[in-house]
């Protein structure tokens, strides 16, 4: 059974910064891209970034990029989602996801990847309150 | 970034009826790749319709997708308790992937 299980609730305050993790077990690590959505309070989600654990290539949203750093440690079959700099604004339910790729082209026939999300974590709570 | 727009926000129905909620994208998305989740009240999404129209493992058939281009579709035929949640799609068209704003059903 594919299970992705992740820390606990944190509750933080401006400026510090955090790491949350996802431990998966019941397929191989390496072979699957895995990533973070957000959900802000009462809202929908957003696609952070991804991270292939066969190699730690990365890929981030352009909304993300430069704000968190994703990463995987194969040894223990985890990945984890860094933020930094923390703000009220970054409180909000962070769920990673196993992706799937998919392939397509583009006009001019060069193939590109796309995922959509098969399982995922249970979310992690971060409240960011002075 | 292409953008989704889900309607409507709010769909409440009885047990048993039809519940149709519709996804338009701001641009074609390529391979109609077209992904629907549910998420019920305090839990994570799960993964329901991917490929427009395939249902993931253990979906059961009363859910179906549908559509192309820039229309897409979920149907729940038979509504249950238990359909009580907030669907979202999601395109992977392209390699920024984005979803749609949620379609809440209610359950009368």
């Known amino acids: 059974e594919v299970q992705l299980v992740q820390s606990g609730a944190e509750v933080k305050k401006p400026g510090e910064s955090l790491n949350i993790s996802c431990t998966v077990s019941?397929?191989?690590?390496?072979?699957?891209?895995i990533g973070w959505v957000r959900q802000l309070p009462g809202k929908g989600l957003e696609w952070m970034g991804i991270v292939y654990p066969g190699d730690s290539d990365t890929r981030y949203s352009p909304s993300f990029q430069g704000q968190v750093t994703i990463s995987a440690d194969k040894s223990i079959s985890a990945a984890s989602l860094h933020l930094s700099s923390l703000r009220a604004s970054d409180t909000a339910i962070y769920y990673c996801?196993?992706?799937?790729?998919?392939?397509?082209?583009?006009?001019?026939?060069?193939?590109?990847?796309?995922?959509?999300?098969?399982?995922w974590g249970q979310g992690t709570l971060v409240t960011v309150s002075s | 970034e292409i953008v989704l727009t889900q309607s409507p926000v709010t769909l409440s129905l009885s047990p048993g009826e039809r519940a149709t909620l519709s996804c338009r994208t701001s641009q074609s998305v390529t391979n109609n790749f077209l992904a629907w989740y549910q998420q019920r009240p305090g839990q994570a999404p799960r993964l329901l319709i991917y490929d427009t129209s395939t249902r993931a493992t253990g979906i059961p058939d009363r859910f179906s997708g549908s559509g192309s281009g820039t229309g897409f579709t979920l149907t729940i035929s038979r509504l249950e308790p238990e359909d009580s949640a907030v669907y979202y799609c999601?395109?992977?068209?392209?390699?920024?992937?984005?979803f749609g704003g949620g379609t809440k059903v209610e359950i009368k």
């Open positions: 996801a196993r992706h799937i790729q998919a392939y397509y082209y583009d006009s001019s026939g060069y193939p590109h990847s796309s995922y959509y999300f098969d399982y």
């Open positions: 999601q395109q992977y068209g392209t390699s920024l992937l984005t």
């Open positions: 019941g397929y191989t690590f390496t072979r699957y891209w």
